[in-house]
């Protein structure tokens, strides 16, 4: 057997890559299975409907999809698995026994990666199924890099799409209340035209790193969603449990003591301060994220008229209207 080169084990450390291979003769899925089993996960099964069930359950790095199988074939496969959402970013390689270069261009035109005729080399195949998992590795690099922001190293706007509507929906079936809300920075503008936009970046992030840490600690989540604007969600038991983990946010952020002289003849803080939109509700089938983002907003809005530097919550599982705390 071959052993792989210090390059190709660098690459393979990153990642403990998942290899699935769909094969009706076990001699080929055994041959494939000694070439990857040292070095990576190696996931095999006989059927295109198996392979298609364990695509779905094993999330594979990588297919690796015989075409000539009894029942379904390979194409007809690799059709589903280009349909559907979940599966159809994963890297297909054809590796067949048909010879003819239609059948490789239908693979190919298919959406498959790479088309590997039998009987195949060791070499060749365990060299181009390394190549395209160092794809997937500099692919998952940049939707990583996608979804969060530089600057504060939060997640951003992209990922909020995504891991607000999973809370909500886990939330909803656990039928647990949580907080939605958005954070704004008081005066921001103020702050950058007196002293510039790099110590502008520096207060952002000082920012984010506090309420990132005092949110995680209550098990929740911030995103940076605008310049100076932050979403965030965390869990809630209770309506005080909720006013007061809000006003520990505001605290934290007073804390930090820094100084903001250009507010000083219109505020009565000349400190950098925060102010916090916040809905607590149990999600159900009749709202929705955007729904209580919106009145989070609206929450916003009356401190940002208002005081600045405080709170304002609404608990829509409660029949009070209106529950303001102002923390000034
Ligand atoms: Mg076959």
Known sequence: MHSFTKEEQRRAGEQNYTILCIDDESVNLKVLASIFKDHYNIVVCKSAKQGFQLALHESPDIILLDVLMPEENGFELMEKLKQHPKLTDIPV?????????????????????????????????????NT?????????????????????????????QQDSVDYWLSSKNAQSPMVYGIIDVDHFKKYNDHYGHQQGDVVLRKIANIVRRTLFEFGGAIFRCGGEEFYFYFPASQQCDAESKLATCLKSVEQLAIPHHAISAISASSHVSISIGAIQVIPNE?????????????RLYIVKNSTRNAVSYLNLNVDEQQISLDIS
């Open 132 to 160: 395209h998992l160092e794809i997937v590795r500099q692919r998952n690099l940049l939707q990583k890099f996608a979804l969060f922001d530089s600057l504060t190293e939060l997640p951003n706007r992209r990922k909020w």
């Open 286 to 298: 009749k709202n929705s994220v955007e729904q209580v983002m919106q009145q989070a907003d609206e």
């Open 93 to 129: 390689i054809f590796i067949t026994g048909l010879q003819d270069a239609e059948d490789e261009e239908k693979g190919l035109m298919m959406g498959a990666c790479d088309y590997i005729q039998k009987p195949f080399n060791h070499g060749i195949v365990r060299a181009r199924v």
